[in-house]
């Protein structure tokens, strides 16, 4: 027999359970004729099995719930009363509708179930013609006290020796008993068990016992890894077998609890199908919605987080991606356009794709929007590919819509999708062919609750970096390390097969010295938010499946980590937060490409040249500040900052630095959202202070005339830098007002009076 449809199956499940139910709500109902509440219950489950049965179009099975539905309408409107008679052709009907089912699991099909008897029984309850039964004579009820008479078998010649008796034939079954034989026959099966029903092979369970459930496994895999790694270490042989076979019980435990949790993504798919028709009607275009992969199973403590990213990906496919039916005929395609849901597994990741056969997205028009709004300046755009491009749609803000309407154009909503495809360790691409189409393409972890996991060390403490993110791993000898890394303005990077890799020093993210003082250098290559950066580690340790544990809220508002384990060995590690650092990684990527712009120009300088860091303040207000004595680009976290007296403050590198908030101190407001901080760390001589921006938008080289005086409160003039008006910082100011004891130091005074100077 074919596998019955998923559909199908599960309707089977729900009715024979709403079955069950009947039977017990009909005998209830005998005793209670005027219980409401009773009636209500038995119409609206045999409502559900009538519409659901004309849904999958079993025709047999709609007809006798139909037939039975005017029933109980009839009874629970009053107009009929509740009789031994109505009970009985009730049940019947329940037992017809059983019988269909269990045709429907075996076959497919509804078969040759006959159920014209028992809607003729219903229909003439319903007409008034029908007679109450005569009732059952007393004796008939009394079993016959004498027993049936034995036949008894004739014997049988057989070539046998004397003192054996000769074989008896069985008794032949009575004939008043066929019923009964039958019965017997079909309660078994050749193994002697009944045979289980669809409804039987299936429970019911609480979600909250499940995570209960994996909770559990989750503890027992930690423990199991402590025993592992015992084992290891010991030379019994027995204890070595028994920690394998532990480990081959604990993982295919693990396994099955995780499978009680997967859900297929069919769950969320099943509500587009109505979306995409009413936008699609909405928008004024003919779409056709295919699903590929709607089995794809997923965790459903992701499903929830996936739900709203993929809705409004959807919602963009058809309102952006699309073309109207005669814009459509233009280009030569079919007036009907094709939306595309496809998901399937691949290294160990969900990919679910968004696929739209419309004009495609022009990264040209995507370049002269992220100009003409100051997110990119025209250098930047020049050494972007078409994909890095492209992913300037994600960007907060950005929109390419011609008007806002109730379904797009306010620049809201991908950078949403980002965000959280982002927070449970997913990642999202972009690829577009211009006339073809444009796929949006999810990665997304199968699970959250237990992920392989690299873990390493620095400074002596274990950190946990999640496979998913982890490309490889270098290892560079003292010489080669000597050479290959290079230091552009305080950022470190590593030439990578050609690519410049922008690095992050984790001893440099957490504040401490690293052990290492051979030279050596381990870079693990890590990507997120589409960017690779290296992640220079002390020493590689081991690869292992982690369980992972939320922290606590002090920790989470560090921003460097996502959450904790207990590795093998008992000891407690920190989980890396990738995305993090790999916004700590744009800072030493900006000075990099500021380093390779000015390569040539630093060929015909003639000290007319001035290298400046540009830094968007709120308002659409940009700053020029002198580069030279700019040490560090940081991403400081914003529950880090401290009050000393009036001033604030923040811990860095083991000093305690003063903070200026630059949008305060030119008189704008701050449009920055979130919890960490840019910082700008200026230094000369002895002393440093930290400058806030909203955001670093460019470094550049270039001749920086001040093209006005405007001597306003903290400036020195303005400037054209690439076309836009920037204003160029009065640094001294400035550093006076975050520390007033800056310029105590005649050395630190005279450095910035040459570099003022040079600026102006």
């Known amino acids: 027999m074919e596998e019955i449809d998923e559909i199908v199956q599960e309707f089977l499940v ?75 052709v009730l049940l019947a ?32 309850v319903l007409d008034g013609t029908a007679a109450e039964p005569a009732p059952t004579p007393i004796t008939e009820l009394i079993p016959d006290p004498e027993p049936e008479p034995v036949l008894e078998a004739e014997p049988v010649e057989v070539a046998a020796p004397v003192d054996e008796p000769a074989p008896v034939a069985p008794p032949t079954p009575p004939a008043a008993a066929p019923q009964a034989a039958g019965r017997a026959a079909a309660e078994s ?25 994996m909770r559990l496994v989750g503890e027992l895999v930690l423990t199991r890894n402590q025993i592992v790694r015992q084992a290891g270490d010991q030379d019994g042989l027995d204890l070595m077998r028994s920690a394998q076979r532990l480990n081959l019980i604990a993982t295919e435990l693990q396994e099955g609890v995780m499978k009680t949790r997967m859900q297929p993504i069919d769950h969320l798919w099943s509500k587009l199908p109505r979306v995409v028709r009413d936008l699609g009607a909405a928008c004024g275009k003919n779409v056709t919605l295919a699903m590929v992969g709607r089995e794809t199973e997923l965790d459903r403590s992701l499903l929830e987080s996936v739900k709203d990213p993929l809705t409004h990906l959807v919602r963009n496919a058809v309102d952006h991606g699309l073309e109207t039916p005669e814009g459509r005929r233009a280009a030569g395609k079919p007036a009907e356009g094709v939306l595309t849901l496809r998901a399937y597994h691949e290294g160990g990741q969900v990919v679910v794709e968004v696929c739209d056969d419309g004009a495609g997205i022009d990264a040209d028009r995507i370049a002269e929007k992220a100009l003409a709004s100051g997110v990119r300046t025209s250098a930047q755009l020049a050494q972007m590919s078409s994909a890095d491009i492209l992913q ?66 620095c400074a002596g403490d274990r950190y946990a970096i999640p496979q998913v993110s982890l490309l490889e791993l270098v290892a560079l000898d003292a010489d080669r390390a000597a050479s290959a890394v290079e230091d552009v303005n305080g950022a470190s990077v590593y030439r990578l097969r050609g690519a410049l890799l922008p690095l992050v020093r984790l001893t440099d993210v957490l504040g401490v010295e690293s052990e ?20 220079v580690i002390d020493r590689v340790l081991n690869t292992e499946e982690i369980v992972v ?8 508002s560090l921003g460097t980590y996502s959450g904790a384990t207990i590795l093998g060995d008992g000891r407690v590690a920190l989980i890396l937060d990738v995305q993090a650092l790999a916004r700590r990684a744009l800072t030493a990527e900006a000075l990099e ?41 940081e991403n400081v976290a914003a529950s880090s900052v401290e009050v000393v007296g009036s001033r604030e403050v923040v811990q860095y590198r083991g000093a305690i630095l003063p903070l200026l908030r630059l949008d305060r101190h030119l008189g704008t407001m701050s449009e920055r959202a979130g919890d960490d901080l840019v910082v700008v760390v200026y230094s000369a001589g002895s002393r440093s202070v930290a400058i806030v921006v909203d955001e670093i938008i460019d470094i550049v080289d270039e001749e920086t005339e001040v093209h006005s005086d405007i001597d306003d409160h903290g400036l020195v003039g303005s400037t054209l830098i690439r076309d836009r008006i920037v204003e160029v910082l009065d640094v001294r100011a400035a550093i006076l007002a975050a520390d007033p004891k800056f310029y105590s130091d005649p050395e630190v005074d005279l450095d910035v009076r040459n570099e003022l100077q040079e600026a102006v």
């Open 189 to 213: 099966t050749d193994e002697g068990t009944a045979r289980r029903n669809v409804a039987d092979s299936s429970i019911r369970v609480d979600v909250e016992l499940l995570d209960t459930l």
């Open 593 to 633: 490409r500021g380093a390779g712009e000015s390569t040539a120009k630093e060929q015909r300088s003639s000290g007319e040249h001035l290298r400046m860091l540009v830094a968007g303040i709120g308002g659409g207000r940009r700053v020029a500040i002198p580069l030279s004595s700019v040490t560090r680009l």
């Open 549 to 556: 544990k939320p922290l606590t809220s002090r920790l989470k």
């Open 14 to 88: 729900e009715s024979h359970e709403n079955l069950d139910q009947l039977d017990r709500d009909l005998v209830a109902l005998e005793r209670e004729p005027g219980s409401r509440d009773l009636l209500g219950s038995i119409f609206r489950t045999i409502h559900t099995i009538k519409g659901t049965s004309g849904f999958l179009a079993f025709g047999n099975l709609e007809s006798v719930t139909h037939v039975g539905e005017n029933l109980l309408a009839r009874l629970r409107d009053g107009k009929l009363s509740m009789t031994p008679l109505t009970t009985d």
């Open 516 to 535: 290492r003082s051979d030279g050596h250098v381990l870079i693990a290559v890590l990507q997120a938010e589409g960017k690779r950066f290296g992640l």
């Open 392 to 457: 300037l749609i994600f960007l907060p803000g950005f929109s390419t819509a011609q008007s806002v309407t109730n379904v797009s154009g306010r620049g809201v909503g991908m950078d949403v999708v980002k965000t959280n495809i982002e927070s449970i360790g997913g990642t999202i691409e972009v690829e577009s062919v211009m006339g073809r189409g444009t796929t949006c393409r999810l990665r997304i972890p199968l699970t959250l609750a237990i992920v392989p996991a690299l873990t390493v060390e």
């Open 93 to 124: 009907m329940v037992d017809t509708v059983r019988e269909l089912l269990a045709s429907i699991e075996d076959t497919g099909a509804e078969g040759d179930v006959d159920v014209t008897d028992v809607v003729a029984r219903i229909t003439a």
